[in-house]
């Protein structure tokens, strides 16, 4: 088993920044790749960002490439999500996870595990 705690969510104004944190517990955690993800109101959970196991492989969705940073401190069993030049658009619940599979995937389905999501409320 894995938990995983996210925090960091908060209101900001757009053109600010937020750097989120998710903790985990239960396992190794540089036994698997992580992501996050993010859930608007009455939309699907999409991709946002995943990092591998190490920390040397990264990915972004395009419209946060720039933006947001997906770094990974395994000594602390954690990884951030620093967002930069917020944008209502970027308004969710963002939620990080923990995929267990042997590649690094964008896809919710292919996740282990989940934290509980923190809101993000980016105002124009």
């Known amino acids: 088993q894995v938990q995983l705690v996210e925090s960091g969510g908060g209101l900001v104004q757009a053109g600010g920044s937020l750097r989120l944190s998710c903790a985990a517990s239960?396992?190794?955690?540089?036994?698997?790749?992580m992501g996050w993800f993010r859930q608007a109101p009455g939309k699907e959970r999409e991709f946002v960002a995943a990092?591998?196991?190490?920390?040397?492989?990264?990915y972004y969705t395009d419209s946060v490439k720039g933006r947001f940073t997906i770094s990974r401190d395994n000594a602390k069993n954690t990884v951030y999500l620093q967002m930069n030049g917020l944008k209502p658009g970027d308004t969710a619940v963002y939620y990080c996870?923990?995929?267990?599979?042997?590649?690094?995937?964008?896809?919710?389905?292919?996740?282990?595990?989940w934290g509980q999501g923190t809101q993000v409320t980016v105002s124009s």
């Open positions: 996870g923990a995929d267990l599979g042997l590649s690094v995937s964008r896809h919710p389905r292919n996740y282990d595990y």
């Open positions: 239960g396992r190794t955690f540089s036994a698997y790749a």
């Open positions: 990092i591998s196991r190490g920390g040397g492989s990264t």
